[in-house]
């Protein structure tokens, strides 16, 4: 599909919108991910410049600087206003396996538009783990993965994965039994041919889908911090690493906020405030604080914030 995308259809793609330079650089490039599986950004509306447009609105002021847009980025992302970061949509078009798919489409705060099998034949596809990320299964965590399992039972493993997703094609294609050279015709004239919404069951959750994912960067922010989180599976990891790439193109500056006060913040319980405000050195930690590189709001807040 991806040597299909037509990206100018209607013959024009001139605009007087907003563009991002960097986002335009990428714009269609698909970014690899697994064996067969792809993302890539195909549209955007809006970047770092719209998210201050929308939160200036009330007051009708215009874009000031670069340095005091980011300020006021990252005060809105410290403070989760996060009406102003709605404002910005990315559009992906996305291939990967279909457990992949089941467990992303969880995040129900999206566009999407599938592949239909309904429609469609899909491809003869699926995906197969490298050996190093078959894992046995946590003992602490349920839903996740541990030790390496050996590589003997890694080519034990792979084998049977390939040889059940290359049987399971045989048999969605017998059940089909359509002439890929006449489309439409059975292939075999003494079979019928099974409708393919029906023929697609047969099929493993390794082969792979594709869609179209329109989602606003808010939360697409919300997407990622879960899907780029140590604990998720590797599978969606790989996926959400390479759309924060995508995502840092568009809007650089909120992506630095994110990363600063989501991705890699921590949120603290009262207690746990507590437990740190008996224990500290305010002095010391103050001292700290002025030499660190923090803006003077942060810094003002970070001492309201431990009554420092």
């Known amino acids: 599909m991806r040597e299909e995308f037509d990206t100018c259809p209607y013959g024009y793609n001139s605009t007087a919108r907003l563009i991002v330079e960097e986002a335009e650089e990428i714009l269609y490039k698909p970014f690899n991910v697994l064996d067969h599986g792809f993302v890539r950004l195909v549209d955007y509306m809006g970047g770092d410049a719209a998210i201050v447009q929308a939160a200036r609105v009330s007051y009708g002021s215009g874009t000031k600087k670069v340095q005091e847009d980011s300020g006021l980025i990252r005060y809105l992302m410290r403070h989760r206003h996060t009406t102003p970061f709605e404002m910005v949509e990315l559009k992906f078009h996305a291939k990967m396996p279909i457990f992949v798919a089941r467990q992303w489409i969880r995040h129900r705060t999206a566009n999407v538009n599938e592949i239909s099998g309904r429609y469609s034949i899909l491809d003869k596809e699926f995906y197969l783990p490298l050996p190093e990320n078959l894992g046995t299964q946590s003992k602490k965590n349920r839903q996740g993965r541990d030790e390496i399992v050996s590589s003997r039972e890694a080519i034990s493993i792979l084998e049977m994965l390939k040889h059940d997703a290359l049987t399971a094609y045989s048999h969605y294609e017998y059940l089909l039994n359509e002439d890929s050279e006449n489309p439409g015709n059975p292939k075999d004239q003494e079979r019928s041919m099974l ?114």
């Open 195 to 308: 409708a393919r919404e029906l023929s697609r069951m047969d099929l493993t959750l390794n082969f792979y889908t594709q869609w179209y994912w329109k989602i606003d960067l808010h939360n697409l922010f919300h997407f990622l911090s879960l899907r780029m989180d140590d604990h998720a599976q590797y599978e969606i990891k790989v996926y959400a690493d390479k759309m924060a790439e995508i995502t840092k193109a568009v809007a650089p500056i909120a992506y630095q906020a994110f990363e600063d006060y989501r991705l890699y913040g921590i949120n603290l319980s009262k207690l746990e405030k507590e437990l740190i405000k008996s224990s500290i050195d305010k002095a010391k930690l103050s001292n700290l604080l002025e030499s660190s590189e923090l803006s003077k709001r942060e810094k003002d807040e970070f001492k309201l914030k431990l009554n420092l």
